[in-house]
């Protein structure tokens, strides 16, 4: 969730524009654990480090919407 992050200003910029926020980083935590159980794998990918595994689904946002969300 850091705006200046390298590799994640543009994640933290799509989750806060859904509600999420830097200061309760924790409902954005427990939303991906809450997408993982809820949604089974649509994808499984050989990686350099392990198997890459690919959930596409909706989640609750906390502003109401309801995005899809691909988690890897």
């Known amino acids: 969730m850091s705006p200046t992050h390298r590799d994640g200003r543009h994640k933290a910029a799509l989750f806060t524009r859904f ?3 830097m200061a309760a980083w924790q409902d954005l935590a427990v939303t991906l654990r809450q997408h ?10 050989d990686a350099p480090f392990g198997k ?8 609750q946002a906390p502003d109401g919407r ?3 969300l691909r988690a890897v």
């Open 66 to 68: 309801t995005p899809m």
């Open 36 to 45: 993982a159980l809820d949604h089974e794998v649509t994808k499984e990918e």
């Open 19 to 21: 509600g999420f926020s």
């Open 52 to 59: 890459r595994y690919v959930i596409e689904d909706i989640i």
